[in-house]
């Protein structure tokens, strides 16, 4: 049996035309906008970019391509192509002052959860507005889960804490070449990061959430206890109207925060952080 070779840096190429113009299309009214593209690969969706945009920074790691880019857009200053690594890239630097840049990617898969948590620090950080992201069709239902259905959890409950995400459409292996083996799914985060409304520090919170989530098969309760806090701690601090058998993926984000804000001003988690493991 021949064994079908992973193509390298996560390289699967949008050949869907209609697609292309749908995920830029998502984007909204680009004209006065400066567009950080992740992976531009051929430049599939850079070309239509490039066109609509006041300013296109495009970050491609492989070198190849990235010549080939560089070359291809060489009479149209609006696009800078980068080479590089986007997990590596400082995006204060990219964004220009007092501005917010846009994010689109059709992503390499392998690092998604890497690329998610640093757009989500700069949209904290007020360096990003919007993204329109394709990746795996299983990782984007978990980004847009509600609480209580199945595919809730700490990717979830940390995406809806930085963004207002919207599910856009679906597209199968056959609309990139060569075809993954998943179906890809395009999602829009708007990033309105909850903290502040919710009462939390972003640190703590965070931490909290990988603490009520470490095991999905376990209570909150449970999962706290096994983070280190004591059952006498927990049922003191415990709010009335959040049963103690309750699992944290059925929790929505305000009774979470108030679990959190609750613990923390009974002194049974540490101010400000939450290091406890
Ligand atoms: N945008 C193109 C398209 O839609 O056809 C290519 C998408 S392909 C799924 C992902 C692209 O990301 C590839 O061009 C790959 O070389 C690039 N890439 C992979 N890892 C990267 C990284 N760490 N930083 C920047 N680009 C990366």
Same mark, same amino acid.
């Given at each position: 049996?021949?064994?079908? /070779?992973? !193509?390298?840096?996560?390289?699967?190429?949008? =050949?869907?035309?209609?697609?292309?113009?749908?995920?830029? *299309?998502?984007?909204? *009214?680009?004209?006065?906008?400066?567009?950080?593209?992740?992976?531009?690969?051929?430049?599939?969706?850079?070309?239509?970019?490039?066109?609509?945009?006041?300013?296109?920074? $495009?970050?491609?790691?492989?070198?190849?391509?990235?010549?080939?880019?560089?070359? /291809?857009?060489? &009479?149209?200053?609006?696009?800078?192509?980068?080479?590089?690594?986007?997990?590596?890239?400082?995006?204060?630097?990219?964004? !220009?002052?007092?501005?917010? #840049?846009?994010?689109?990617?059709?992503?390499?898969?392998?690092?998604?959860?890497?690329?998610?948590?640093?757009?989500?620090?700069?949209?904290?950080?007020?360096?990003? *507005?919007?993204?329109?992201?394709?990746?795996? /069709?299983? =990782?984007?239902? /978990? =980004?847009?889960?509600? @609480? &209580?259905?199945?595919?809730?959890?700490?990717?979830?409950?940390?995406?809806?804490?930085? $963004?207002?995400?919207?599910?856009?459409?679906?597209? @199968? @292996?056959?609309?990139?070449? @060569? !075809? %993954?083996? =998943?179906?890809?799914?395009?999602?829009?985060?708007?990033?309105?990061?909850?903290?502040?409304?919710?009462?939390?520090?972003?640190?703590?919170?965070?931490?909290?959430?990988?603490?009520?989530?470490?095991?999905?098969?376990?209570?909150?309760?449970?999962?706290?206890?096994?983070? &280190?806090?004591?059952?006498?701690?927990?049922?003191?601090?415990?709010?009335?109207?959040?049963?103690?058998?309750?699992?944290?993926?059925?929790?929505?984000?305000? %009774?979470?925060?108030?679990?959190?804000?609750?613990?923390?001003?009974?002194?049974?988690? !540490?101010?400000? #952080?939450?290091? #406890?493991?």
């Amino acid at each position: 049996m021949q064994m079908k /070779r992973k !193509p390298k840096f996560g390289q699967n190429f949008l =050949v869907d035309d209609a697609a292309r113009h749908a995920i830029v *299309d998502a984007l909204g *009214d680009i004209s006065k906008r400066t567009v950080i593209e992740i992976g531009p690969g051929h430049g599939a969706i850079t070309e239509i970019l490039a066109g609509r945009c006041r300013r296109l920074i $495009a970050l491609e790691l492989d070198r190849a391509l990235a010549a080939e880019l560089t070359f /291809r857009f060489r &009479g149209q200053p609006q696009v800078q192509i980068i080479e590089g690594d986007i997990l590596k890239a400082d995006l204060r630097a990219l964004v !220009p002052e007092s501005e917010t #840049a846009d994010v689109i990617g059709n992503l390499p898969y392998y690092i998604t959860s890497e690329i998610l948590l640093q757009l989500f620090a700069a949209g904290s950080a007020g360096l990003i *507005d919007r993204a329109v992201l394709m990746m795996q /069709r299983e =990782v984007a239902d /978990r =980004v847009s889960a509600a @609480p &209580g259905v199945r595919d809730y959890g700490l990717l979830s409950a940390t995406a809806q804490m930085n $963004a207002d995400v919207d599910s856009l459409f679906t597209l @199968p @292996p056959a609309a990139f070449s @060569p !075809p %993954p083996d =998943v179906y890809s799914t395009v999602l829009r985060l708007q990033f309105a990061p909850r903290f502040a409304e919710l009462g939390v520090d972003a640190a703590g919170f965070n931490n909290f959430l990988k603490q009520c989530f470490a095991q999905k098969r376990k209570t909150l309760q449970n999962n706290l206890r096994a983070a &280190g806090y004591s059952v006498e701690e927990l049922s003191a601090a415990w709010p009335a109207s959040m049963p103690a058998q309750a699992r944290a993926e059925s929790l929505a984000l305000e %009774p979470m925060a108030e679990l959190y804000r609750t613990l923390l001003r009974t002194g049974v988690l !540490p101010s400000g #952080a939450v290091t #406890a493991q």
